[in-house]
């Protein structure tokens, strides 16, 4: 890659890393069939990216917002009022919702649970001196 290039982008994506971020979202959506838009001139998809971040040809708002989409593992679902209405009718609410405290207490409970499944299941226990000694006898 020319440093010019580099150069001329750092211009327009001041920070390092999200240039790289941002020239390989539109390097993969060039490989994936995206128009060009700027000539090629016999550069790879890199260069292009790069060449277009330059010529601010492409929009850097826009590639970040793919970058964070392709990064989502859910999306957000959008709820309508008739989901609202359902919630509201089988007695749920926004008070009556699980909670971060509600999901800690049920960990400190199975984690409870499972330190007495653990020590049981070891097979070996404390024992004093004494009953060392008689088994010795």
Known sequence: MARVTVEDCIEKIPN?????????QRARDVASGNPLTIDRDNDKNPVVALREIAEETVDPDSLRDEIIKGLQKLSNPE???????????????????????????????????????????????????????????
Do not use: M, P, W
């Open 16 to 24: 390092r890393f999200d240039l790289v971020l941002a020239a390989a």
């Open 79 to 137: 709820i309508s009022d008739e989901d609202e209405d359902e919630e509201y009718a089988l007695g749920e609410t926004s008070d009556s919702k699980y909670t971060v405290e509600d999901e800690l207490a049920e960990f400190k409970n199975n984690t409870e649970q499972n330190n007495e499944l653990n020590s049981l299941q070891s097979g070996f226990q404390d024992v004093g001196e004494d009953v060392i000694k008689s088994e010795d006898l």
